[in-house]
């Protein structure tokens, strides 16, 4: 049943000698999920996703699908499936031999095959290519017939290893959507692997962050990025101005934090604990305005506005929206996002003009240093 926990992975770790490839990690997914597990290289990320493809076996721990554990079933007996970086297309076959390729094998009847061919070169939007080789078709088309041999088995669970990885920007955005619309028709749960954070932001319902083979946030894309659980998570997702100071008073639901190299910043109270009075504040750059005159004085006395004064250092037009470098006065740099909504460019700051960063108490979010 859609929402209904699928895939148990119990206390699973893999070393290779003394390296700890996968350390004690636990996680479930759901029936219907498109989920994601996002890292920086040897993280252990594509370790995890060869374990459930069955193509590695864990030192320790369970891997349930419905209820039954397969951490010991050979890849072929296990109703997993696996599309590769490298999409492992057979070069000898044309495109119906290659999606057919397991049907086959799994001894299904020939005018099943036939039909299941046919029902997957329809889903991959494949008509007419049929009898051409891989090396005759696109990195786009390489990437259908991939996905549509991979589904051809009906797998109970669908495993993604950077599939996007050779494609161009347009054609990774559109294969993207394509991904997204199939797996909600198919009802198929999605495991993708990957290091694009924006593919990941984009395609999952829930993203598991990955480092040192451990799990350190399992969450929804905007949760991720709104409400990280570590310094270390908000580094890595997205861009962001990292402040540390300590807590100076608190004062109803908000901390007034003296930060190193820029002074005092008034921030909304986290909802987790921290572990003492050195803190970390975190701000995103689009959280934050900028401008020639800054707010009104009335809301920077009431406390409402952290205001702050800088020197544009340098910026970038990444055509929706302009970066700008910001050298404080008290000596922070830091980066802030600009929207593009107009076509020319008579509002832009300009290097060595002087600015007004401010921002609001819940744009800020306190983590332990």
């Known amino acids: ?33 498109f989920f994601a597990l996002l890292g920086p290289s040897g993280c252990g990320k594509t370790t995890l996703l060869r374990m459930l493809a069955g193509f590695e076996t864990p030192d320790c721990g369970r891997i349930l699908l419905d209820g039954t554990d397969i951490a010991g079933v050979l890849p072929h007996r296990r ?3 696996m599309m590769f970086q490298s999409y492992a297309l057979f070069p000898h076959l044309n495109v119906s031999d290659n999606i057919a390729f397991g049907l086959k094998r799994a001894g299904m009847a ?6 299941r061919v046919a029902e997957m070169v329809a889903l991959g939007r494949l008509e007419g290519l049929e009898r051409r080789k891989p090396n005759q078709l696109s990195g786009g088309q ?36 394509e991904l997204m619309d199939l797996q909600r028709r198919l009802g198929t749960s999605f495991i993708i692997v990957t290091h694009d954070q924006d593919e990941a932001m984009t395609m999952a319902d829930r993203i598991g962050v990955m480092n ?10 905007r949760q991720l990025y709104e409400q990280p659980a570590s310094r270390w998570v908000a580094e890595f997702v997205g861009d962001v101005n990292i402040f540390e100071g300590r807590i100076e008073r608190r004062e109803d ?40 005159q800054g707010p009104a004085e009335a809301a920077i006395k ?31 740099t830091l980066r802030v996002s600009v929207t593009n909504t107009a076509r020319v460019d008579v509002d832009d700051f300009r290097p060595g003009e002087r600015v007004v960063v401010w921002f609001e108490p819940d744009d800020c979010v306190v983590l332990d240093p």
């Open 142 to 177: 390489q990437q259908r017939v991939a996905l549509a041999r991979a589904l051809a088995l009906r797998p109970r669970l669908l495993l993604l290893d950077e599939p996007l990885g050779a494609l161009d920007k347009k054609l990774r955005d559109s294969t993207q959507r």
């Open 1 to 33: 049943m859609p929402g209904s926990t699928l895939l148990h992975i119990d206390g699973v770790e893999k070393r290779f000698g003394g390296f700890v490839a996968v350390d004690g990690l636990s996680l479930e997914v759901k029936a219907g999920e």
């Open 79 to 81: 109703p997993v499936n």
């Open 253 to 292: 639901q908000r901390l007034v934090i003296a930060c190193h190299n820029t002074g005092a910043i008034v921030a909304a109270a986290p909802r987790q604990s921290l572990a003492g009075e050195a803190v970390c504040v975190a701000i995103r750059p689009e959280k934050m305005k900028l401008s020639r």
């Open 110 to 115: 020939r005018d099943e095959i036939a039909t």
């Open 212 to 221: 040192h083979g451990r799990l350190v946030q399992v969450a929804t894309p």
């Open 302 to 332: 009431a406390g409402a506005i952290n205001r702050l004064e800088g020197t544009v250092s340098n910026l970038g037009y990444l055509g929706d929206i302009s970066s700008y470098g910001i050298a404080l006065d008290a000596g922070a």
